[in-house]
């Protein structure tokens, strides 16, 4: 039994994942697929690297990570299998595997060899041709066709996490999710121990100001408020208590959010 | 091989659920997940609990049913596993589980020992941090951290169905389905002995009147016609023959719907 | 362990494929169960037939592919099950399995005896009461219930291609992905030796005519740029390199599209 896990922008309408785990399963009956998301905005490689990075630690040793948005599929751009201290991840060289596996521990690089895996219809689904294959492979105990490069040569991508400076931070919205709450470039580690619950944080966003409360959870306040909290991804959110805080503060992935600890309520 | 199902209103598009099974196939390898949905709506306790209830029942013996629409996390609501006469039921304590185990027949009552669950970034994702790790340690045989309680003390919800009095019945719509087919809170056992298929069924909704024929299977009558049967749910439902009965009738959750049987059709 | 993929026009927020699913796990709980898709056009039996020609034959040797687009469930319409050379399809007689089967080689045609699957709640509702429990048992290794028909007696459906007459092709746009790549009815055997990448291909559509270049893969061209190639269904596409070719061309399934290369070009 191993686990296999697929991250990809082929949304849930076309067959394009149902072929991919009918890949994986003619190489490897024994693996089990779970499904990470299908719903990557199209082409949005930086968006699937955030993606990936939030979810790829919850699973067992040993499991295989495939991500694959590819708007690069069939040029020049190389496939990749990278391992890591506890898991494999397989997929384009166009960054997204990079930050989850930097996250993991880097510790050897694989280029496959595309021309060994033959192609069906065109040069355009590497992710059933290609990569699925690949994984197969390694689930059942074979040896796909790679050779071993350089860490230096493969595509490397950033996602930059950001920190508060005294009472103020200038972060960024790396994500809005299904309940509206808007997550931002800021982990644990980047913020002061003087920002309690029951403190005031000032939020800039788009020309205008709001006031939340940071609070443990969301249900620490009345339904409507907005809030600020460590969310399940360990990134600082801002929320509203069953309501939906990217609609209020019109908020959208990639915009800057001044962040200020509030001086009345520390 | 056991299996465990998942109903929460998390979507599709973000990790959460990926991250939850992630958290079960580390304590349970052997699970076999299976959805029953994610898109409830968000913080919809009522509607979570009536899917939950459709659906529960069609699961082999021992099946271990998850459901997560949670707008308490973090605060005072309990965790709960209940025992019933052939399921396992994990999710808070907020009515959720209740309808289907209460269904089922209740025979057993704890709460989860939360304490005991490490949370991972903040006290916002129990699903991954909490019932999906107590759901895996189920399925291996392990012995969750929890504490029987007494029946009188969970959160209990009622789905509340209705009957014909007569020829007529004040009905409620409990759910739309992807087909616009508009379920009622009307069971087979609430619908009189001369409701039999070719009787027409007058329906008051929303300050208008609708005739429609009661037949066995939608494809009994023409393409776009009216009709009222019971639906694969088990239930009462309004729909169109191959087409959207909800847009026809401007029909929405939580309306009241007057039917009576029409004296020409008897 | 044994395959069995579904595809179904219910959707993802009802819990009729959940239904399903535990209906096919309580007679056979080592099946592994593979969603192709559920997002079919509601009512779209050609649709389904597409998309289940397309997936069918990328999974192992061996699996169960049911399939249930089903505007006439619960009328006198049969149950199928169909051995062709390397697989078994299940579902409603309307022509939903026959391209993919008849494209896998048919050998053996059953009629399932629908007397004999209790339906629950209503004749609404096959996949849960009867396609899923076939499959099931067949997983399981039992005999469902069925009896060998003649195949000139099962409903045929058949998807169109065509070729290209010297320079020219009469095509027809069978899908629209989530890309917005636009297929067509011409697959490699339909294309002249002659139309080599880098030609140009004009192409014909809704009173309006584009030019795109005939590449071997979308990122041949700039982003922005209007191609026509192999796409991973082995059909041809126009595209859009990391853009949405269906909004540009204002293209829907079902509509004509004129193909020419050009002279210029070749």
Known sequence: MRVITLLTDFGASDPYVAETKG??????????????????????????????????????????????????????RRGLVLKTRNY?????????????????????????????????????????????????????????????????SIVKLEILATRFEGDEAQAEILHIDRFGNVVLNIDESGVPGHLRPGCDVMIGLGGKQYRARFVKAYGDLPAGSLLITFGGTGLLEIAVSEGNASSLLRAKPGQKVELRISPSSQ
């Open 23 to 76: 890949a994986i399963l003619s190489r490897c009956d024994e693996a089990v697929i779970i499904d990470i998301t299908h719903q990557v905005e199209p082409y949005n490689i930086k968006q699937g690297a955030f993606l990936l990075l939030l979810a790829y630690k919850f699973f067992p040793h040993d499991t295989i990570h495939v991500a694959v948005v590819d708007p690069g599929v069939g040029t020049g």
């Open 88 to 152: 494999w991840f397989i997929g384009p060289d166009n960054g997204i595997l990079y930050p989850a596996a930097a996250d993991d521990g880097l510790e050897q690089y694989f280029e496959i060899d595309l021309e060994k895996y033959p192609k069906i219809g065109g040069e355009t689904f590497h992710a059933r041709d290609v990569f699925g294959p690949v994984a197969g492979e390694l689930a059942a105990g074979l040896e796909p066709a790679m050779r071993e490069v350089d860490v230096e």
